[in-house]
């Protein structure tokens, strides 16, 4: 995002890699907590966030540990608590020009590049978001996908029931 919320919000940036966190921390002064954790089991008390921004994270899970991920946000929201997720459709402009990078450097070139983890779960449909969000208890209240962000992430906002 180019809007810096932690001059606004009190943040807790979340993230595995102390090496990620560090560069936001770098990015963003303002930052209340950082915590080095498992998405999938935090160390955050339940219902204690009031919203949950997600980007880029989604589409490098299996959908079983995506439940899991979801059902760990429903634990650590506060009653209707919001999620936003920007997560790849398997159509995506990024995705689809990251694809043809791969194959150019990989097959043709014969290079060995990854860009980034695999994407073992891109986004295929709003029925899917709808189906992920109800079996975790959260409702869809916006999806959207478009010439806003040139088609490269789908953002969804979701509210814990």
Not at 33 to 40: A, E, F, P, T, V
Request: contains cysteine.
């Amino acid at each position: 995002m180019d809007y810096d919320i932690t001059n606004e919000f009190p943040v807790t940036a979340v993230d595995i890699s102390i090496n990620a966190l560090e560069i936001y921390r770098a990015n963003h002064s303002q930052i209340e907590k950082m915590l080095q954790s498992d998405i999938r089991n935090m160390d955050i008390g339940k219902g204690s966030l009031d919203g949950i921004y997600s980007l880029g994270v989604m589409e490098h899970f299996y959908p079983e540990e995506i439940i899991k991920i979801l059902q760990e946000f429903n634990r650590i929201l506060k009653p209707q608590g919001k999620v936003i997720l920007f997560w790849p459709p398997k159509f995506g402009a990024s995705v689809i020009f990251l694809n043809a990078w791969h194959f150019l450097l990989n097959k043709i070139f014969k290079k060995n590049v990854r860009f980034h983890p695999d994407e073992v779960s891109l986004l295929e449909s709003k029925q899917q978001t709808v189906e992920y969000g109800s079996q975790c208890g959260f409702s869809l209240v916006d999806y959207h996908f478009g010439i806003n962000d040139l088609f490269t992430q789908v953002v969804i906002v979701l509210q814990k029931k």
